[in-house]
């Protein structure tokens, strides 16, 4: 079986096992990354809430985490567990987490070129349940999120520094 199906099957019994814990703690799931590691592989889980999930939230998921993932891992007992907020650089990991960040700058990093392009910095202009559209360039890229290897926020630093009047 291809690692990357193999991965996908492992990330859905994951997620089936993290939510509960996780929702338990006001925080709902961001996203799953399982990476290989030289000596053994690492669970990375990002949570969110409505207000922002805090180091504390993450503290809280990763405590309870360990005990509800060690009863039933499909990665085995050896592994490495982080628990994070996505951060301000982001990662998209589902279609719909796109809803909110019309306007918004992207990197994406297309599974295969398209017209020879492989990675696209551009503004999110559009974003429906069938295709997200990109705007960089004076051209248009019209995605599914199927075809996204990496899909990632591309905040404007100056821009955010000068709205919470840390930059004159």
Request: hydrophobic content about 35%; proline content about 4%; aromatic content about 10%.
């Amino acid at each position: 079986m291809p690692f990357f199906c193999e991965k996908k099957m492992v990330k859905d019994e994951i997620e089936i096992i993290v939510e509960p814990v996780i929702e338990r703690h006001e925080c709902f799931l961001w996203g799953i990354e399982i990476l290989r590691g030289k000596k053994r592989p690492t669970l990375r889980i990002y949570i969110e809430s409505v207000e922002g999930a805090t180091i504390d939230d993450c503290e809280n998921v990763s405590r309870d985490l360990n005990y509800e993932i060690d009863l039933d891992s499909p990665l085995g007992e050896d592994y490495v567990l982080e628990v994070s907020t996505p951060g301000i650089e982001r990662r998209f990991f589902k279609q719909d987490q796109l809803l909110e960040y019309l306007g918004e700058d992207l990197k994406v990093k297309l599974r295969e070129p398209l017209e020879g392009v492989k990675n696209i910095n551009g503004t999110l202009v559009d974003c429906n349940e069938n295709f997200f559209l990109l705007e960089s360039d004076k051209l248009e890229y019209k995605l599914d999120f199927s075809d996204i290897d990496v899909c990632r926020l591309d905040p404007n630093f100056d821009k955010l520094m000068k709205e919470s009047g840390y930059a004159k």
